[in-house]
Structures are given as structure tokens and as C-alpha cells.
């Protein structure tokens, strides 16, 4: 057996497959994030130990049989220890965007930035949060002895071995994505020294076993622990998006469109990422709002978590002048703006719940498209589209991802497709299979076809953003 978890936003989840890679059983535990001030997002790591403690207990009766584990997790968290191994403070997540002050110095000279990482500096990256510690708490900043991101800290508690993986390290602008090192001029804007940072591994490769301690506590027998990945990567992996011409759109609390490239090189935008692979390399746009926006909409503000209701009410509906737009907190690709804010508009007496519930899902789409067009102009091309995440059981919104792109859009047996990608590094780690069987392992569900041309009303929202961007950044 082979145990995949991932470490998430909003809750960790795991699942044990059998040596054939079928899920047997899962698992999963709910924690919240903090808000604080200047739009400040965070969690104490005490938390994640909590949900993991939960699952492995409610997992305990399969864990004696469990060869291998690996854990994907929320990337560019800023976690930091003392010499003492204590957590100095709350890790500072992905969707924290304090750090504008020193998001726009590091961009005075974006040129720099990118050819030393292959890519610029974005709010929620790991460098800026370092360098607003260094501004704000500097106290805390000077008793930093270990830098680490979130899934690594599970790592280090499981093995007490201090290690991270390329694809989850090149989202900190630490990491040299080209050459698959840390980048020492990088490390010195960060003032901080390689000493601080994990021992880089493939996502793959063993890093010890889980201590005796928590074997004796949860059951595991001689477990090897895999050094995991990025959750962007490993949802790629597990939808088996790991060759040139695949696509995966991944339709979680954020959401990203991710396209395997084999050579780093520059696209015609800085408004997109290049992150290191579980093999080669990917571009990756992200927008911060997907699944959330759904959420936001039908919770926060209309009281109701009957999503199936609200779906079926969309079907037919018609939303041909009315548009959201999706940044609730802000927005990363293309714009990198984190001032920027969500919106409706077209709205009219004759507007119902049912037309602004289906424009959020509309504008989820488009927003995502925005970075495939940006993509597309660079001459790549994508022939396989996959959807993956939360947002995946929703068949309209896959149907209308489809529409939008105008292209076939395949959903998996399983759409937790990080916490599948864990379980296949695991079985690589046991050596169970290779990177060349993944494509076995991988089951679609459904086939959505394009049914309805977009492409005119595409037109018009792409128009909003430049004209509303002077609004939100005042």
C-alpha cells in the first residue's frame, strides 16, 4: 500500500491506494486560515500537525501495510525554527499580499529577477515574505536557524530530516529553476544563508523513515518517506500532465493552468510562471480566486452550501452582457496585482442569483484563459486538457472551461489529483513504477466537448481589467 497526502489551504487529505495505485480508503481533517491586517493571510503549523494527527489515526488499521509516503503541500508558505527547532511564528501563506513594498522594489529590476530564477517577484512568494520579516519583524527575522515551506515542515516532523524538493523551492525565488540550484545572488537579497535553507531532492527520492516514535504511535512498519512536491506539480503528476502538449487547469481554492515544457525559457510575459517539474520544467499561470469565488458567493454571501441546487439553476440561464470579474483577493497571473478587486458587472433589475452564479463561473474561466493566450502567443501548444480539484465535480463548470477554451476537457476518477500525484512519487520512491508508467495509472470520467463559442464575449472581458485597473489601485 501507498499513502499520498496533501497538506492544502484550507485542510490536509490523504489517501491509501493498493500496489496497483487504486484508491482503497481516505481521510481528510478542516482547519481555518487567519486574516490580519494589510491583507495578511496565515496559520500556525501547530494546526497542520493536528489534521495529520486525525487522518493517520483514522487511517491507522492500513498503515502497517503502507511501503511508502509522500506529501504535497500549499506552496511558497514562509515557515521558520529557531535553533531550537520552536516555530518562530505563524507561517505566512501563499495568498498573503502585505508584501507590496517589497514586491515592488524586487521588481524595480525585473530583468535581474528573471534571469536568475525564471521568474519575477509575486506578493505571495517566499523572498518578498522573508524580506517583510526582515522590515517588520526583525526580531524574529534574527532568530531564524531554518527556512522551510509548508510540506517540508510535515517532512522534517515525520523523518527529522531537513530537505525540499526543486518544484516546490522554485515558487520561493531562491531556487535557480534553470539550473535546479539555489541562486546565490537571490539568497543574498534574502540576507540570509544557504545553512538556512533544506537540502534540495528529487520529489521522488527517500528521505529516511518515519521516526520510531510515531511508528510506534500510528503503526507505520520501515514507511519510507518521499520529499513530495509542490501541489501544483503533483496535481499535474497525478492527472498525468508531466509530457509537452498537456494541460492541466486545476479548479481549487485558487486556480492554475499548467503546461510540462521541456526547456526553461522566456515567454512573452512576466505575468506567468516557470517552476521546476517532477521532470523538466512548467508554465504555470494562477489566478488566487477559483473555487473560492464559488464559495464567497454561495456561503458568505447567499447563506446556502446546496451547491447542486445552484447548478441546476444555471443550466439555462443566460449571461450574455453580465460579467464577474474574480479577484477577491487580489491577483497574480497575468496582472500581478494584488490591489486589484472582484466585480460584477452588467448588472440590470432583470439580473438573478442564478445569472451572477453562473458569470462566476464564467469569469473563473476567463481569467484562466487569460494565461493560456499569453502561452498560446509564445507557440506552445496544448492537444490534452485535464481539470482537476474541487471545482472538477462541478460538470458545468466543466462544460463551460470547455466552451471557453474550445477544446475537449477530460475529468479523472479522482479529482484530488495532489493527494493521487503523492501516492505516485511514493510508488516511484518504493520502486513500484517509473515516471514512464504514470500514464497507466491515470482514469478518465468524463469527456466535455465545446458547445458554445465564447470567443465574442471573451473579447469584451478582457477589455474590464484595463479599464478598471486605475480604479483599484487607487
Sequence with gaps: MYLGIDLGTSGLKALISDDEGKIIESSSASYDVSYVENNGTEQDPEIWIKA?????????????????????????????????????????????????????????????????????????????????????????????????????????????????????????????????????????????????LPILKESYEVVGLIKPELSLKYGFNNTKVATGGADNALAALGTGTIKEGYCNISLGTSGTILIPIKEVKKINSYGLHIFSHIKDSYIMGCILSAANCRKWWLEDVLKTNDYLADENEMINVDTADLYFLPYLQGERSPHNNPLAKGAFIGLTNNTTKAMMSKAILEGVGFALYDSYQIVKASGIKINNLTICGGGSKSKLWCQIIADIFNME???????????????????????KITLEDVDKLVNYTNIYYPKFDYSNKYKYYKKLYPALKNVFNS
Excluded at 62 to 76: D, F, W
Excluded at 80 to 104: A, H, M, Q, S, Y
Excluded at 409 to 415: G, H, I, S, Y
Design 52 to 196: 495529520l494527527d486525525k487522518v493517520l489515526i483514522e487511517l491507522k488499521n492500513y498503515l502497517k501495510e503502507v511501503k511508502a509516503l509522500a506529501i504535497s503541500g500549499q506552496m511558497h508558505g514562509l515557515v521558520i525554527l529557531d535553533k531550537f527547532d520552536n516555530v518562530i511564528r505563524p507561517c505566512i501563506l501563499w495568498n498573503d499580499g502585505r508584501t507590496i513594498k517589497e514586491n515592488n522594489l524586487l521588481n524595480i529590476d525585473k530583468e535581474f529577477i528573471y534571469d536568475n530564477t525564471a521568474n519575477i517577484s509575486y506578493s505571495g512568494f517566499t523572498l518578498p515574505k522573508l524580506l517583510w520579516l526582515y522590515n517588520n519583524e526583525r526580531d524574529n527575522f534574527n532568530k531564524i536557524n531554518k527556512i522551510m515551506l509548508p510540506k517540508d515542515y510535515l517532512i522534517y516532523y515525520l523523518t527529522g530530516n531537513f530537505v525540499s524538493d526543486y518544484t516546490d523551492m522554485s515558487g520561493t525565488l531562491l531556487l535557480d529553476v534553470k539550473n535546479r540550484c539555489y541562486n546565490k545572488e537571490m539568497l543574498k537579497l534574502a540576507k540570509i544563508e544557504i545553512s538556512q
Design 409 to 431: 476537457v477530460k475529468t479523472l476518477a479522482n479529482e484530488q489529483g495532489p493527494s493521487f500525484g503523492a501516492i505516485i512519487l511514493a510508488m516511484i520512491a518504493d520502486n
